[in-house]
């Protein structure tokens, strides 16, 4: 089993930064792959970034491409998102996932460990 804990987040004005942090404790070692998605109020859920624990190769959504960071500190098993510019559109919960497999880390089914999620509101 793999336990996740996000942090970070808040509101914020528009322009503005947040990072987010995600601990993950348990069966670390386990891990492939660990990402970001969001959810809005009445919206499906959706893939923002996403990184591999081994190489650092990163994948992002379109919407956040120039403007968020997603990184590893396979030490403290943590990883983050650093949101730059950040725009009302990215007011969400922010949720944090663990996959063990390889496979499509874009898709949320690759996942098979969640955090609790963490609100972002970002004010215009």
């Known amino acids: 089993q793999v336990q996740l804990v996000e942090s970070g987040g808040g509101l914020v004005q528009a322009g503005g930064s947040l990072r987010l942090s995600c601990a993950a404790s348990?069966?670390?070692?386990?891990?492939?792959?660990m990402g970001w998605f969001r959810q809005a109020p009445g919206k499906e859920r959706e893939f923002v970034a996403a990184?591999?624990?081994?190489?650092?190769?990163?994948n992002y959504a379109d919407s956040v491409k120039g403007r968020f960071t997603i990184s590893r500190d396979n030490a403290k098993n943590t990883v983050y998102l650093q949101m730059n510019s950040l725009k009302p559109e990215d007011t969400a919960v922010y949720y944090c996932?663990?996959?063990?497999?390889?496979?499509?880390?874009?898709?949320?089914?690759?996942?098979?460990?969640w955090g609790q999620g963490t609100q972002v509101t970002v004010s215009s």
């Open positions: 996932a663990a996959g063990i497999r390889g496979g499509n880390y874009v898709n949320d089914r690759m996942y098979d460990y």
């Open positions: 348990g069966r670390t070692f386990s891990i492939y792959a």
């Open positions: 990184i591999i624990r081994s190489t650092g190769y990163t």
